[in-house]
C-alpha cells in the first residue's frame, strides 16, 4: 500500500514536471514572434532608459508623451530589447473593442474556440504590451485596462468568467500625442492618473543629425542642412502648421536624397506635403528650403 502511493505520488509528480515543461515550450514558442532578435538604433536623450527600468521593477504602468515621429515607438523597441522582453504592439483606432484587446470565441469547424487577445497574451505570459495612440481608441475600450494599473494587476476576462493575474514580467505601456487631443478624443484624468508619464520631444540638434547620419545614410553636411529646416517648420507650429516635421520625416528625405533624388524635391514630398495641404503654406515651406539648400 505505501509502495503503491508513493508510485502514484512519483507518476503525479512527473506528470506535473511534463506538463510544466510542456507549458513552458508552448509559452516561448507563443511569443518568439513578439521579440526583438537585433537591437534596435536608439540615442537616449535624457533618463527615460533609467525611468522605464525602474518603472519595469517596480510594476509601474507607463505612459510615453510627445508629438508624432519623435522616437517613443524605437524607444520602446531598445527598451524591449536590453530587458530581453516580449513586445506585443496594438495600434488604436476608433473600432477597436475590449475583444480586440482581451479576446473572443472563433469558429473552428463545428466547434468554437477561444482566441487570446494581444493584452491577454502580454498578461498571461510575460512582456511588453504596447498600447500605440491610446487616446485613439473607444473610452469604453480603454477602461479594460484600469486594472492592470493599479496594486490588482489583473484582467477580468468577462466572456469567460475568467480573471488573468498578471505575470511578473508584464508591463503595460501606452503613447500619447497631446498634440492631437481635443474636447473629443482625449484621455479622462481617470485613465492618464494610473500611469507614470515620461515626456518625450524631438532631440536636441547633435543628436538628431546622428540619428539621420544613422538611419538614412547622408553625409554629415546634408543632416545638418535638414536639421535646420526641421527647426524653422516647427517653428511655424500654431502659425499655420498644426505640428513640425518629426525626425521619422527627415529621415524619410535622408533616405531619398541618398538614393539620387534632387535635395528640393526630396524635402517637397519627405518634408513639406505631409504636414499641411495648404498651397499657400507648401510655397512658404518651400522658400525656406530653397535658402538653405
Given at each position: 500500500?505505501?509502495?503503491?502511493?508513493?508510485?502514484?505520488?512519483?507518476?503525479?509528480?512527473?506528470?506535473?514536471?511534463?506538463?510544466?515543461?510542456?507549458?513552458?515550450?508552448?509559452?516561448?514558442?507563443?511569443?518568439?514572434?513578439?521579440?526583438?532578435?537585433?537591437?534596435?538604433?536608439?540615442?537616449?536623450?535624457?533618463?527615460?532608459?533609467?525611468?522605464?527600468?525602474?518603472?519595469?521593477?517596480?510594476?509601474?504602468?507607463?505612459?510615453?508623451?510627445?508629438?508624432?515621429?519623435?522616437?517613443?515607438?524605437?524607444?520602446?523597441?531598445?527598451?524591449?530589447?536590453?530587458?530581453?522582453?516580449?513586445?506585443?504592439?496594438?495600434?488604436?483606432?476608433?473600432?477597436?473593442?475590449?475583444?480586440?484587446?482581451?479576446g473572443r470565441y472563433l469558429l473552428d469547424g463545428s466547434q468554437t474556440r477561444w482566441q487570446d487577445g494581444?493584452?491577454?497574451?502580454?498578461?498571461?505570459?510575460?512582456?511588453?504590451?504596447?498600447?500605440?495612440?491610446?487616446?485613439?481608441?473607444?473610452?469604453?475600450?480603454?477602461?479594460v485596462i484600469h486594472p492592470l494599473t493599479d496594486d490588482r494587476r489583473i484582467l477580468p476576462v468577462e466572456?469567460?468568467?475568467?480573471?488573468?493575474?498578471?505575470?511578473?514580467?508584464?508591463?503595460?505601456?501606452?503613447?500619447?500625442?497631446?498634440?492631437?487631443?481635443?474636447?473629443?478624443?482625449?484621455?479622462?484624468?481617470?485613465?492618464?492618473?494610473?500611469?507614470?508619464?515620461?515626456?518625450?520631444?524631438?532631440?536636441?540638434?547633435?543628436?538628431?543629425?546622428?540619428?539621420?547620419?544613422?538611419?538614412?545614410?547622408?553625409?554629415?553636411?546634408?543632416?545638418?542642412?535638414?536639421?535646420?529646416?526641421?527647426?524653422?517648420?516647427?517653428?511655424?507650429?500654431?502659425?499655420?502648421?498644426?505640428?513640425?516635421?518629426?525626425?521619422?520625416?527627415?529621415?524619410?528625405?535622408?533616405?531619398?536624397?541618398?538614393?539620387?533624388?534632387?535635395?528640393?524635391r526630396a524635402c517637397s514630398v519627405a518634408l513639406i506635403n505631409p504636414i499641411t495641404d495648404d498651397r499657400?503654406?507648401?510655397?512658404?515651406?518651400?522658400?525656406?528650403?530653397?535658402?538653405?539648400?
Amino acid at each position: 500500500m505505501i509502495m503503491n502511493t508513493c508510485f502514484r505520488h512519483r507518476t503525479m509528480t512527473i506528470c506535473s514536471q511534463e506538463k510544466e515543461r510542456k507549458n513552458i515550450v508552448m509559452r516561448e514558442s507563443e511569443m518568439q514572434n513578439f521579440r526583438i532578435e537585433e537591437e534596435p538604433f536608439y540615442l537616449p536623450i535624457s533618463d527615460e532608459v533609467r525611468l522605464f527600468e525602474l518603472a519595469y521593477e517596480n510594476r509601474l504602468p507607463l505612459m510615453l508623451k510627445g508629438p508624432t515621429g519623435c522616437g517613443k515607438t524605437r524607444f520602446l523597441g531598445y527598451m524591449a530589447y536590453k530587458l530581453s522582453l516580449p513586445l506585443i504592439t496594438v495600434a488604436c483606432h476608433e473600432d477597436l473593442t475590449a475583444s480586440d484587446l482581451v479576446g473572443r470565441y472563433l469558429l473552428d469547424g463545428s466547434q468554437t474556440r477561444w482566441q487570446d487577445g494581444p493584452l491577454s497574451l502580454a498578461v498571461k505570459h510575460g512582456g511588453i504590451c504596447y498600447l500605440d495612440e491610446i487616446v485613439e481608441a473607444r473610452k469604453d475600450t480603454t477602461v479594460v485596462i484600469h486594472p492592470l494599473t493599479d496594486d490588482r494587476r489583473i484582467l477580468p476576462v468577462e466572456k469567460r468568467g475568467t480573471i488573468l493575474e498578471a505575470d511578473d514580467t508584464f508591463m503595460l505601456t501606452i503613447s500619447y500625442n497631446p498634440g492631437y487631443q481635443t474636447v473629443l478624443k482625449d484621455l479622462k484624468q481617470s485613465t492618464k492618473q494610473r500611469f507614470i508619464t515620461v515626456e518625450f520631444d524631438y532631440p536636441p540638434a547633435s543628436l538628431e543629425e546622428e540619428i539621420v547620419i544613422h538611419e538614412s545614410g547622408v553625409d554629415r553636411a546634408t543632416a545638418v542642412n535638414l536639421r535646420k529646416i526641421a527647426d524653422k517648420f516647427r517653428n511655424l507650429k500654431g502659425r499655420g502648421l498644426d505640428e513640425g516635421v518629426s525626425t521619422r520625416l527627415l529621415i524619410y528625405a535622408g533616405v531619398l536624397i541618398v538614393k539620387g533624388i534632387e535635395l528640393r524635391r526630396a524635402c517637397s514630398v519627405a518634408l513639406i506635403n505631409p504636414i499641411t495641404d495648404d498651397r499657400e503654406m507648401q510655397k512658404a515651406l518651400e522658400e525656406i528650403v530653397a535658402s538653405i539648400f
